[in-house]
Structure formats: structure tokens, C-alpha cells
């Protein structure tokens, strides 16, 4: 078992789990979700590019467990690729290792709508991830409200907001945040120049929006009902700064949070070695056993 590791344009997204064990044939051939208005609880079913919304960019990727019901439980992957790039498709291989290892859970691996200066990530994508929570809520997939979040990069940092920031009935029971931003009013992001470029595209008025940066700063979001949340980082990070983990797992454990952190050394951005990329799984699997059995 190890880590994979694909780049996008933007940000390398760091895949967390890849599969050893080769899956058989899925159970049952994709339907097309237009013609599909109940999905039978005693059948699996993988859904590809499923529209939770009406741009073409709101797709996702759904797996339902056969002899699901109203207690099962959902992953939520959330891509990577500085909140204007990336794809579902870098997260195809998480999506299988969680079908091998918790095969009554069900997964759902989004597409948001991409961050241009001019339309930028703050709050639509936020705005992405309720929708699709929205979607597969709907009697017709029989699962549970209760989600885990799984974030790289810009997915992680996704992923800490919307669970800290907006989840008001708590339905999100975990995180696994993979070197996510999470304060950028971090003057080690603001005062380098190396990263001016990503305020616009985050937020309107970019680091000049004060109020905008706190609000996107998941760091500064914590309350004590945010959900536990482990992560991972590496000191040698060009895109994401070291700092940053100390600045959320501080937070978190002065809201008296659950949290685990690890930081590589000599790690990059989500690039660790195959011993850093055992320990990651086994520290995964430990938390989600604890935290979503």
C-alpha cells in the first residue's frame, strides 16, 4: 500500500490511499442518473458525472453500497489544484481504496465550479459542496446525513471552512486535511510575494478584502463543536507554508477539538516518501475507524 501522487496545472494533489488489492468487476453497470428516479437499497450502483446543480462543472461521482439504509455513512472527497484547477479524477483512486476498505460506506467525489479572478472561489464552491450534500441527501440514495471529508490543497482547506464554517447541524463527523490551507492572514502567506497570486482568485478585493481573508481562514472558524480533524503536512512545502498546521491544530486544541498533525520532514506538497506514506495510511485508517467506524 503507498501513496500516488498526480499533478494538476496548479497544485500537485496528493493522493492519499492507493489500492494494492485489485477491485473485481463493479457489481452493476453505470445507469444513467436521468433515468434512474429510485436507486434499490439491495443493489450497488457507481454513478459517474452525476449534475447536482446546473453548470456543467457541478458533477459528481457517487458509489451507493448495496443493503444500504438510512445509518449509512458517506465519504465526501474534495479535489485539490488552487481552488481554479484540479478534477474529481485526481481522487478516482481514494474513491476505490475507501470502496475496498469500507465497503458499506458510500463515497461521493465532487467537481466545483473552478475560481477565475473574475468569479472567484469564495463562496461558490462552498456554496458546490452544499449542493452536492443537498443531492445525495434525496430519499432516492438512502444514506445518511453523516459525512467525512477528505481535502488536498485547496480541497483540504475546502473542507476544514465548510465543517467549521458551514455546517450549522454538524453533519460533517470528521475531517482528513492533506496540506489544506488554513489561515491566510498568516503573514507568511501575505508577505510573500509567491502567493499574492492566490488571494484574488480566492476571494473579491483579494489580500486587500482584510474581512474577506479572516472569512476564508478556516484556522479562524474553529468552534468547540467542529468536528475532529487530522492532517498532513511537509516542512518543505513550496505552495503551503509550515506554519500553517501549527496555526489550525492550535486553534483546535484551544476549542478542546480532537486533532492529530504530522509533519514530514523534507516532505513537499503532499510528496512523502513510501515510510511517511505507510505511517499517513495507518494514522487514516485509525482515525476513521475511531471517528466514522
Known sequence: MYLNLRSSKKLITPVIFLMLIVLSACKKNNPDPADETIYETTQEYNLQNVPYGTDSQQKMDIYLPANRNSQ???????????????????????????????PDHAVININYRLATQSSPAFPKQLDDIQ???????????????????????AGGHLSLLYSYGYDPNHCVKGICNTVGPSDLTDPNYLDNPLYSSIYPVLINGGAQNQAGVEMVSPALRVTSDSPPTISFYGDSDPLVPATQMALLHNALNAKGVYNQ?????GAGHGNWNQTQSNDCIAKILVFVNTYFP
Open 72 to 102: 449509512t455513512k458517506v465519504f465526501v472527497l474534495i479535489h485539490g489544484g488552487g481552488w481554479s484547477g484540479g478534477d474529481k479524477a485526481d481522487f478516482t483512486y481514494l474513491m476505490n481504496s475507501l470502496k475496498t476498505y469500507y
Open 261 to 265: 498533525a504530522t509533519m514530514y520532514q
Open 131 to 153: 449542493a452536492a450534500l443537498t443531492e445525495i441527501s434525496l430519499p432516492k440514495y438512502s444514506v445518511s446525513s453523516n459525512y467525512f471529508l477528505f481535502g488536498a490543497s
